[in-house]
């Protein structure tokens, strides 16, 4: 068995889907590569003072900027010469992501670095508490969207980052989630075999801000995925391949593992909207068999 470059002993939660897809991760692109990461979860628990879980050379960037630091990382080595020998990896959560780092995003992608950005989409900010992020599903309870008798939860629909990372014409752009591991390894080699910027996005649940059984992670993750709430696809300059599911669960096979969408289970409209959103998505990614 391959050594991990991402060392346990670390202090991620029980069932951390984020730690498990880090590790698959830099296992996949290996030992000569160069990480920027924002602020956030893996930050925090991956590289506490004096410690650190990774073995390759790794820079804590502002929450905003790890695509900026990473651009800056690519041109270095560009100038020096060797930035065919060395991956250069920017990674975030999602808010990091889709929220407070779209800006310095959307650059790296616009100026067409030689960058892969990871976004580890656990759906929320959940390293200070739970608070609602771009990337957090219609209806979810969370600190700042709390269900009652006027809400359902978070208003607004998840935020389409893997269709904006697309719109800027890289060459590069895929989903995954920490279920199926060999798809996930698969995607980060061919997008580092890729010349340009890529884009791979995660999803990664959380036991503590999802509300479900640490033992549960990868059945959560698995249902996200066929009951089309969270769609696995390509998008190879510009074609969409998507993975497609063999059999359609519905919703709520999804939601009733997961205390932040327990309100929604007796309400028959939240219910409905939900659906609405995995039938969109089996339709706009062409995802049934």
Not at 101 to 112: C, D, N, Y
Not at 176 to 193: E, F, N, R, T
Request: charged share 20%.
């Amino acid at each position: 068995m391959t050594e991990t470059l991402f060392k346990p002993g670390h202090t991620a939660c029980a069932g951390c889907g984020q730690a498990i897809a880090a590790r698959l991760v830099i296992d996949a692109a290996g030992k000569n590569t160069m990480i920027a990461n924002n602020t956030g979860c893996l930050e925090v628990f991956s590289t506490k003072y004096p410690e650190s879980a990774w073995c390759v050379p790794w820079i804590h960037s502002l929450f905003e900027n790890c695509a900026a630091v990473a651009s800056g990382v690519e041109s270095g080595l560009k100038y020096l010469g060797k930035k065919d020998a060395i991956n250069v990896i920017a990674q975030g959560g999602d808010g990091g992501t889709a929220d407070i780092g779209l800006q310095a995003l959307s650059g790296m992608l616009e100026r067409g670095h030689d960058v892969l950005y990871v976004c580890y989409d656990n759906e929320a900010y959940m390293n200070t508490g739970i608070q609602r992020s771009g990337l957090t599903p219609t209806t979810s309870n969370t600190t700042t969207t709390p269900p009652g008798s006027a809400s359902f939860g978070n208003p607004r629909p998840k935020k389409p980052m893997p269709d904006i990372a697309a719109a800027h014409g890289i060459p590069y752009v895929a989903t995954a989630s920490v279920g199926y591991p060999q798809d996930i390894q698969k995607k980060v080699k061919k997008a580092l075999s890729i010349k340009g910027p890529k884009y791979i996005q995660i999803h990664v649940p959380c036991p503590l801000g999802w509300r479900h059984e640490s033992s549960q992670t990868s059945e959560v993750a698995k249902l996200a995925v066929e009951t089309g709430l969270y769609p696995i696809f390509e998008y190879e300059n510009g074609q969409l391949v998507p993975r497609k599911i063999a059999s359609v669960k519905p919703v709520e096979e999804y939601l009733k593992i997961q205390g932040r969408f327990k309100h929604l289970l007796k309400d028959e409209k939240g219910l409905k909207e939900i659906q609405a959103v995995a039938d969109y998505n089996i339709r706009k990614y062409g995802l049934s068999v």
